[in-house]
T-cell receptor, first 112, second 114 residues
Framework: DAKTTQPNSMESNEEEPVHLPCNHS???????IHWYRQLPSQGPEYVIH???SNVNNRMASLAIAEDRKSSTLILHRATLRDAAVYYC?????????????FGKGMKLTVNP | DTGVSQDPRHKITKRGQNVTFRCDPI?????LYWYRQTLGQGPEFLTY????????KSRLLSDRFSAERPKGSFSTLEIQRTEQGDSAMYLC???FGTGLDGYTFGSGTRLTVV
């Protein structure tokens, strides 16, 4: 499975934008970039995904580099509820089975 | 629909005992996944069902682990002869179609083997 690289942790301030980076230099043409987050004592939560173009939804924006070797999850206005572990994952279809392969993720701390 | 439900939320068992966990996915979701998560690590894939068919099983899953999804609805994960190394959070997720729009995870079952 193609790997992603994220910082171990980041800090941000409440009500400020935060940019969470992810490197995926071995991405293949059919890999989708997915982001999930996990709050303490909960299962992961889907945030956003994209292939080539930038994507926006009610939770966040995803900016994808032109060469697709990196991407950035953007939280436009961080809240305390956004403090979580964020996972950047490449979603690959292999042999009719799809699965998400999680790394260790990146812990986001939001300061009040 | 209240999402993916897992039961029990917590389970403490003695080493060597068998345990069974249940997952009720979102009703219209045809795909169901089991993951295991230990402290400080991301979730680790265990197995995957499309409807009632088990399509993939992780090589990390020993013969003591078995999962079923009868009639393509709820699923059970059984661990036989539990070991202390089985202590973890067991997560279930479901998705519709290809799952490209995201998996919905349950809150997990926390297993402690003493």
């Amino acid at each position: 499975d193609a790997k992603t690289t994220q910082p171990n942790s980041m800090e941000s301030n409440e009500e400020e934008p935060v940019h969470l980076p992810c490197n995926h230099s071995t991405i293949s043409g059919t890999d989708y970039i997915h982001w999930y987050r996990q709050l303490p004592s909960q299962g992961p939560e889907y945030v956003i995904h994209g292939l080539t173009s930038n994507v926006n939804n009610r939770m966040a924006s995803l900016a994808i580099a032109e060469d697709r070797k990196s991407s950035t999850l953007i939280l436009h206005r961080a809240t305390l509820r956004d403090a979580a572990v964020y996972y950047c994952i490449l979603r690959r279809r292999q042999g009719g089975s799809e699965k998400l392969v999680f790394g260790k993720g990146m812990k986001l701390t939001v300061n009040p | 629909d209240t999402g993916v439900s897992q039961d029990p939320r917590h389970k403490i068992t003695k080493r060597g005992q068998n345990v069974t966990f249940r997952c009720d996915p979102i009703s219209e979701h045809n795909r169901l996944y089991w993951y295991r998560q230990t402290l400080g690590q991301g979730p680790e894939f265990l197995t995957y069902f499309q409807n009632e068919a088990q399509l993939e099983k992780s090589r990390l899953l020993s013969d003591r682990f078995s999962a079923e999804r009868p009639k393509g609805s709820f699923s059970t994960l059984e661990i036989q002869r539990t070991e202390q190394g089985d202590s973890a959070m067991y997560l279930c997720a479901s998705s519709f179609g290809t799952g490209l729009d995201g998996y919905t995870f349950g809150s997990g079952t926390r297993l402690t083997v003493v």
